[in-house]
């Protein structure tokens, strides 16, 4: 595992050196980046110059909502945001190229980019997340301090999970990204909102099926201390960590099985 | 078979493919790319496998290697099941798909390098002195600190050659090698597949379009066509079977009417320069040499044997049956 995770660095490392060869065109792609996704945090602020609340949530606490679901999103795109690309790699034999190396296959197909660039929609959800955090009037606990890293790694490991599992359409229809494309922004985008506002479809959907409802709201009550108008057990608000290995390993099982019916059905 | 380092007992691959039958419907139906084959190969030899497009050759790599699993049949390659040890298989072969690359596109040959040893776990020094060798036959001195993506088509080749040799693979896999290789860089690579396969036993399968590769690497060839092997024999017996007929090449001293011999008609006639055919089941070349000298006088004469590619398509038109 700790081999496994070392080639992991020394793979992500050699793409991480090639981008930087070009310093000034990265930051500037960066800066980029940071600025483009703040404008889906002024959208939030433009919704609130016209409504005091969300459904009870005030700007600050919506702010936080986001913070937390912007930064775990960033870096999910950061680790596995070139699985855009896994239904190109398929087509081309790229895939096949991985299969004969003595590596996970997962491990490869995460590992084979890192696009540094991304790091802008990090910045920009960090900042987003300090300044909600010091103005939404947060009654301070070692817990509630606690929870905030610990939402953001397991938000992190959902997504993962999430667009893994999903890129592995690709295995079955190979021009299926825009459908997985659906999902991946369009789960980020609810998980900037109490998950109240939504019909109770795609309540159960963000809670049971995509877990996003464990990304950023339901830690965000916890955090908040808000009560829960959907009378969800307590214990959900401190699951996140669960729910994220649980969505991982589910993740890993999926791609497993996809990668057995590929080698069975053949390119 | 003294060592055999592949196995292949009865392989079969079906894939399911859909055909369109009017504007909707489908049919599924059942195609065998590789329809029961069997064949060993020795440790140490280098084996051509032929055929045209779609015959199943990649397919069939495809299941030595771990890619693919079988629908029926059993291998071995270097003592494992691929298809179910492909992980631990894959540290024991060298694969080179001709049309795609195994570097890193960004990277210098020597950074590719670097990562592969880590990721085949091939210790420093094992790793320089293999490097320090290939880098030396394939003369990859002058490129190796360059981005993969400026090199050219051959250097490239030359680069994922080595790739699929740094960690001491019993076998490798070559798909195309030569394609689209100029002669000089065609001739590189063979050399130095002849040379690692001299010294090190290894291994090689190579499935080409360019007969040259067989004719100069290859003591055994494999023909398969719509999934199944219609030759397995070395190249020397492909032509005495499919290929009985030869050609005298002749430079007579000067221009002359074409010859009249027993066992041989003229075929072509180029001022003093005149092509006889011949069958070598019948005749033999020194006595049709000893006749022409007998009618005329001889400056030089070469043999040409029938091209290659006209006996694989004889063996495609046959069938193999």
Redesign the interface.
Known sequence: MAELG??YL??IG??AR?QLEYRASLVLQIFASALLTLLDFVMILVLFENVPELDGWTVQQVALLYGIAGISFALTDLIVGHLDLFPQMIR???F??I??????SLLQVVASDFSLRRIGKILQAVAVLIVALAAADIEWTLGRAAMVPLAVVSGTLIYTGVWIALATIAFWIVDAIEFVNAFTYGGNFLSAYPITIFGRWLRNLVLFVIPIAFVAYLPALYILDKPDELGLPEALQYASPFVAVLTVLVARLVWENAV?HY????? | MADPVIQVEDVEKRFVVRVKRGRLRRERREVAAVDRIAFEIERGTIVGYLGPNGAGKSTTVKMLTGILVPSGGRIRVAGLDPSRRRVELAAKIGVVFGQRSQLWWDLPLRDSFELLRHIYRVPPARHRENLDRFADVLALGPFIDTPVRQLSLGQRMRGELTAALLHDPEIVFLDEPTIGLDVVAKAAVREFLSEVNRERAVTVLLTTHDLADIERLCSRLLVIDHGRLIWDGGLEELRRQHGPERTLVVDLEESAPPLELDGARVVKVDGPRQWLRFRRDETSASELIAAVGAQARLLDVAIEETEIEEIVRRIYAAGGR
């Open positions: 070392r080639i020394r793979l050699a793409r090639s081309d034999g790229t096949d190229q299969l004969v190396r003595p590596l996970p057995r080698r069975s059905a053949g390119g």
